[in-house]
């Protein structure tokens, strides 16, 4: 078992969410140990990942409804202003 070097590595927060769930579990991690979970490991980096396209789509539907609202607005003001002038 190789043991993993940890001088200058910065700490990620999912290694210190690791860590505050379990100590143990994240010092065998440390000293290089494999988890016996790696299916449910996977299993749940796959809902992450799934997870975080959802919020890919939803944040581009959103930047499109934006758009769409200000491209309505503009449209009611020319139109008000083609009233007002008379031009429609």
Avoid: D, N
Avoid at 9 to 20: C, D, T, V, Y
Avoid at 25 to 51: D, M, N, P, T
Avoid at 68 to 85: C, M, P, Q, S
């Amino acid at each position: 078992m190789e043991r993993k070097q940890r001088r200058g590595k910065p700490i990620s927060a999912s290694e210190l969410g690791r860590f505050l769930y379990c100590e143990r579990a994240w010092w065998y991690g440390v000293q290089g140990e494999e988890s016996s979970h790696l299916e449910a490991l996977e299993r749940g980096a796959q809902r992450h990942e799934a997870f975080a396209g959802e919020v890919r789509l939803a944040e581009r539907v959103r930047a499109g409804l934006r758009v769409l609202i200000w491209l309505v607005l503009a449209a009611i003001v020319l139109a008000a202003i083609g009233l007002a002038t008379g031009l429609l």
